[in-house]
């Protein structure tokens, strides 16, 4: 059994303020790209989990990564052993151990069926694994956990550049660093009119933190794509692009002028 564990990103993400209990509310666009770590499962007498790829040092404990941890919340009737290809850069704003924690669900929801509260166990292990487990464009609410199904095709054949200059950004610096300003709620209308009015409220304050940020984004917009941005909390951007012809333009223009900067491309999934 093969899954992809697909990269997340967001289109758009507004912070709306910091909550009593420590998150802060967030209106997000999710999309996901075709493209990110690969998982690899056969049945075993007990639970096993192995990680190779370009990122595997990343992951220091192989029994305390989110795959371990999917494993540990889905009951089945026997082990799966898995092979994580590390692919994605850790702490890169890609959820990257979220994805691998849905392919998780969705290898087991094959073989063996999910259980009835697999939405409250997906939530258990992160914010954004509910999302990742079906990995299809949405809207989160709330801690980005409340779904709103978004189905259109108004990005369909849309291209993605993922770039990351090779630093890791832990999410909690930057949430904290967020100035507390409400700058509005998610626009309304299709997947492409959010992500072209939307933004990312935590740009600046990653920035602040990882300035390299800064120099990837205007790179990208050297690129001229649709629309250049970061994910998450950094420090990946992407670029979106109408064809295949202009990302690989795009791809080779980072690399030449970049070289040590991570890249992937992709097209997003419906």
Not at 97 to 107: E, Y
Not at 136 to 154: F, N, Y
Not at 162 to 185: M, Y
Request: aromatic share 6%; hydrophobic share 40%; proline share 6%.
């Amino acid at each position: 059994m093969s899954e992809t564990a697909f990269a997340k990103i967001n289109l758009a993400l507004h912070v709306r303020k910091r909550r009593e209990d420590g998150y802060h509310e967030l209106e997000t666009l999710f999309a996901f790209v075709e493209a990110g770590d690969v998982l690899t499962a056969r049945a075993s007498p007990r639970d096993e989990v192995r990680v190779t790829g370009e990122f595997a040092g990343g992951l220091d404990d192989p029994f305390d990564n989110l795959v371990a941890k999917a494993l540990s919340v889905l009951p089945r009737a026997d082990g799966l052993a898995i092979l994580l290809e590390k692919n994605l850069p850790v702490a890169a704003g890609l959820g990257g151990g979220s994805a691998d924690a849905g392919a998780v669900f969705r290898i087991v929801r094959d073989r063996y069926g999910l259980p009835p509260d697999w939405t409250t166990r997906a939530t258990r292990l992160g914010a954004d694994v509910p999302a990742c487990v079906e990995s299809r464009t949405c809207i989160g609410r709330g801690t980005g956990t409340d779904l709103e199904p978004l189905v259109d095709d108004s990005l369909g054949g849309i291209l993605c550049l993922l770039v990351n200059p090779r630093v890791p950004l832990s999410t909690g610096p930057v949430f904290a660093n967020w100035d507390g300003t409400d700058r509005g709620p998610l626009p309304s209308g299709t997947a492409r009119d959010i992500a072209l009015a939307g933004r990312n409220d935590l740009e600046l304050p990653a920035i602040s933190l990882c300035p390299a940020i800064a120099g990837v984004l205007s790179a990208l917009a050297e690129t001229k794509p649709l629309l250049h941005r970061m994910s998450g909390s950094g420090a990946t951007c992407f670029a979106l692009y109408e064809s295949a012809e202009a990302c690989e333009e795009a791809s080779a223009r980072i690399a030449a002028a970049h070289p040590g900067w991570w890249r992937m491309q992709g097209a997003l999934r419906n």
